[in-house]
C-alpha cells in the first residue's frame, strides 16, 4: 500500500483502558480527530486547564528506557507505542487524551492500538501531506555503541540490528514501512528486558506495571513470556517498532532508509533532532535577501552578451552582485529539466561536480570579459587544484557561484572560488583562465 498523497486523521473518537507499564497507574486514553495540520498532540484531562503538548522532538525530556515529553512541569511518559502505531498506519493528525501521565502498556506491543485506530477509522483529508524527502546521508555514532544512518531510499525503510549483552540475541530484519507492513510485522512485537536489568529499573521506579503478560523477558539463554514469541525475530521487531514511534517526533513523513545497529530511544532521539536540524536548512530553497539584485548585477542577456557558451552549457542565470574587478556573486537555478539529470542519475537526480567547476570558470570569465579592456575576448578553462565537493547539489537547489581574482597577469587569471546551497558550501577549489582573442 502506497503512502496517501494527502493527510489522514481519525474518522471517530475511541477508548482504550489499562495499566501503564512505568507508573503502574490505571489510565483511560482516548484517540480523537484532529484539524489539518494540526499533527500528534497529547492532551493530559488529568490536570487543570487540561495542557496539550506536541508530539514534537523539540518538547522530548528523557529518553531512559521510554521516550517522556513535556512542555513547563507538564510530561507524558512512555509515548513511543501509541505514536508508532499512529505513525505506521498513516494517521498525521490525531489528539491523544489521558487521565494519567503514560499511556496503558497493553501486552507490551502497538497491536492494541493499532486495533483502536482501526474502531476510530480513518479519514482522508483535504491537505497535501508533508513528507521529509532525505537528501544525503547522516550517520549518529554513541558511547554506547549504537550507530544510526539514514540514507535516500524512494519509500520509508527501516533495516535494524539488535544486539543484547554479550552479543545474546543478535537479529536482523530490513523491511519498508507500509500501513500494511507495519500492522502485520511490526505492530505485534512485544517489549523486552534482560533479566539484570530488572532491579536497576525498580530501583529507580520504573516498571511498576510490568508482568510477563506485557513484555518479554531474557533470563540468560531463555525467554521468559505469558505467551510464545509471536516471530522468531520479535526484538528486532520491536526495535523497530521504537523507531518509528520516536521518528514520529520529527512531525513529518519521512522518505528515506534507516540503518540502525544497537538502537535505543536516546540514539533515536538523536537521529530525528539531526533530521529536523536538515529539514530546517532545507526548508528555504533560496536564503532571505540573497537574490536582490546589487552592484555589478548582470541579467542573462547581458551574461549571453559577455559568454559564448550555450544550451546546454551556459551555466550562469545571472549575476547578482560584483566588488571591482576582483569578487563576483553569480546564480544557476538547478531545475529538473537540466539535460544531464537524465543519465547523472536516473532516479536520484545530482548535479555532477564537474559542472560545479565549470560554473565557477564561467562567473570568472564574466568578472575578467566585463572589463573593457578585455571586449570581445573569451576566458579558456586551463586548470583546477584543490577542488572539494562537500555536499551534493539536487533539483530545486539555487547555486550561488563566489569567485574572487587572486592573480591576473598577462592574460592568465587565478581564482580561489566556492559555490553554496542554502549558506552552506557545497564545492570550492582554485582555478585558472586565460583570457584570449575570439
Known amino acids: 500500500m502506497s503512502s496517501p498523497v494527502f493527510q489522514q486523521t481519525l474518522a471517530r473518537a475511541a477508548s482504550l483502558a489499562g495499566v501503564s507499564l512505568h507508573t503502574g497507574e490505571n489510565v483511560t486514553l482516548t484517540l480523537r480527530p484532529a484539524a489539518p495540520d494540526s499533527g500528534l498532540k497529547f492532551k493530559r484531562i488529568d490536570l487543570p486547564d487540561e495542557p496539550v503538548i506536541d508530539a514534537k522532538i523539540d518538547h522530548v525530556k528523557t529518553v531512559e528506557r521510554a521516550t517522556t515529553i513535556g512542555d513547563g512541569g507538564v510530561k507524558v511518559h512512555t509515548v513511543e507505542h501509541v505514536l508508532s502505531a499512529l505513525a505506521g498506519l498513516g494517521v498525521d493528525n490525531a489528539l491523544i487524551e489521558m487521565n494519567a501521565n503514560e499511556p496503558p502498556i497493553g501486552d507490551g506491543s502497538a497491536r492494541p492500538y493499532v486495533e483502536l485506530i482501526h474502531r476510530c477509522g480513518v479519514a482522508a483529508q483535504d491537505v497535501p501531506r508533508s513528507v521529509f524527502e532525505v537528501r544525503e546521508?547522516?550517520?549518529?555514532?554513541?558511547?554506547?555503541?549504537?550507530?544510526?544512518?539514514?540514507?535516500?531510499?524512494?519509500?520509508?525503510?527501516?533495516?535494524?540490528?539488535?544486539?543484547?549483552?554479550?552479543?545474546?540475541?543478535?537479529?536482523?530484519?530490513?523491511?519498508?514501512?507500509?500501513?500494511?507492513?507495519?500492522?502485520?510485522?511490526?505492530?505485534?512485537?512485544?517489549?523486552?528486558?534482560?533479566?539484570?536489568?530488572?532491579?536497576?529499573?525498580?530501583?529507580?521506579?520504573?516498571?511498576?506495571?510490568?508482568?510477563?503478560?506485557?513484555?518479554?523477558?531474557?533470563?540468560?539463554?531463555?525467554?521468559?513470556?505469558?505467551?510464545?514469541?509471536?516471530?522468531?525475530?520479535?526484538?528486532?521487531?520491536?526495535?523497530?517498532?521504537?523507531?518509528?514511534?520516536?521518528?514520529?517526533?520529527?512531525?513529518?513523513?519521512?522518505?528515506?532508509?534507516?540503518?540502525?545497529?544497537?538502537?535505543?530511544?536516546?540514539?533515536?532521539?538523536?537521529?530525528?533532532?539531526?533530521?529536523?536540524?536538515?529539514?530546517?536548512?532545507?526548508?528555504?530553497?533560496?536564503?532571505?535577501?540573497?537574490?536582490?539584485?546589487?552592484?555589478?548585477?548582470?541579467?542573462?542577456?547581458?551574461?549571453?552578451?559577455?559568454?559564448?557558451?550555450?544550451?546546454?552549457?551556459?551555466?550562469?542565470?545571472?549575476?547578482?552582485?560584483?566588488?571591482g574587478q576582483t569578487k563576483i556573486v553569480a546564480v544557476k537555478q538547478v531545475t529538473i529539466n537540466e539535460p544531464f539529470f537524465q543519465g547523472h542519475f536516473p532516479g536520484h537526480p545530482v548535479m555532477p561536480g564537474v559542472l560545479q567547476v565549470e560554473a565557477m570558470a564561467q562567473a570568472a570569465s564574466l568578472l575578467v570579459l566585463r572589463q573593457p579592456e578585455h571586449t570581445g575576448k573569451m576566458g579558456y578553462f586551463m586548470s583546477a587544484d584543490d577542488i572539494k565537493f562537500r555536499k551534493p547539489v539536487l533539483p530545486g537547489d539555487t547555486l550561488f557561484i563566489h569567485v574572487e581574482i587572486t592573480k591576473s597577469r598577462r592574460g592568465m587569471i587565478r581564482a580561489t572560488c566556492h559555490c553554496t546551497v542554502n549558506d552552506l558550501i557545497v564545492s570550492e577549489g582554485e582555478i585558472a583562465l586565460s583570457i584570449f582573442a575570439r
Open 137 to 323: 546521508p547522516l550517520h549518529i555514532e554513541t558511547k554506547g555503541g549504537s550507530l544510526m544512518t539514514v540514507v535516500p531510499d524512494e519509500a520509508f525503510r527501516i533495516s535494524c540490528t539488535q544486539v543484547g549483552p554479550n552479543g545474546r540475541f543478535t537479529q536482523f530484519r530490513s523491511l519498508e514501512i507500509t500501513p500494511d507492513s507495519y500492522e502485520k510485522e511490526i505492530a505485534p512485537a512485544r517489549t523486552f528486558t534482560f533479566y539484570e536489568d530488572i532491579e536497576p529499573l525498580l530501583e529507580k521506579g520504573l516498571i511498576k506495571g510490568g508482568s510477563l503478560e506485557n513484555a518479554v523477558v531474557v533470563r540468560g539463554d531463555s525467554v521468559l513470556s505469558k505467551e510464545a514469541m509471536r516471530f522468531p525475530d520479535e526484538f528486532v521487531r520491536h526495535k523497530m517498532l521504537d523507531i518509528v514511534g520516536d521518528l514520529a517526533l520529527l512531525g513529518r513523513r519521512i522518505k528515506g532508509h534507516i540503518i540502525a545497529v544497537k538502537p535505543g530511544h536516546p540514539p533515536n532521539a538523536e537521529l530525528t533532532r539531526a533530521l529536523a536540524k536538515q529539514a530546517a536548512q532545507i526548508a528555504a530553497l533560496v536564503p532571505t535577501g540573497k537574490l536582490v539584485p546589487g552592484e555589478g548585477a548582470l541579467d542573462i542577456n547581458e551574461v549571453m552578451r559577455l559568454l559564448p557558451h550555450r544550451y546546454p552549457f551556459l551555466l550562469i542565470d545571472r549575476v547578482i552582485s560584483s566588488e
